[in-house]
Nanobody, 115 residues
Framework: QVQLVESGGGLVQPGGSLRLSCTASGSISSIETMEWYRQAPGKQRELVATSDSGGSTNYADSVKGRFTISRDNARKTVSLQMNSLEPEDTAVYYC?????????WGQGTQVTVSS
């Protein structure tokens, strides 16, 4: 059974930073894609950042230049460094991985940006 455990969410003031982490455990071998999504109240879940097995990364336009996704394959961990946070970044953040063509999700971690 595969589990994804997220950490690092919380309350931060506008302009501040947070770092989210997500670690996979269980019967998992190679990981192809690692991603972060977010879902704000009343909105659909949206893709925030992607890291593929070849080392390429992609970001939503709304977070480009502010967020950075990174991965550690040996530790089966994906992180999201979030800088210059804005109130519009408030959401539940979910990590998602694709391994052996199967998709796994974390439980979500709340990020609140407010003064």
């Amino acid at each position: 059974q595969v589990q994804l455990v997220e950490s690092g969410g919380g309350l931060v003031q506008p302009g501040g930073s947070l770092r989210l982490s997500c670690t996979a455990s269980g019967s998992i071998s190679s990981i192809e894609t690692m991603e972060w999504y977010r879902q704000a109240p009343g909105k659909q879940r949206e893709l925030v950042a992607t890291s593929d097995s070849g080392g390429s990364t992609n970001y939503a336009d709304s977070v480009k230049g502010r967020f950075t996704i990174s991965r550690d394959n040996a530790r089966k961990t994906v992180s999201l460094q979030m800088n210059s946070l804005e109130p519009e970044d408030t959401a539940v953040y979910y990590c998602e991985i694709v391994s052996d063509y199967r998709v796994y999700w974390g439980q979500g971690t709340q990020v609140t940006v407010s003064s």
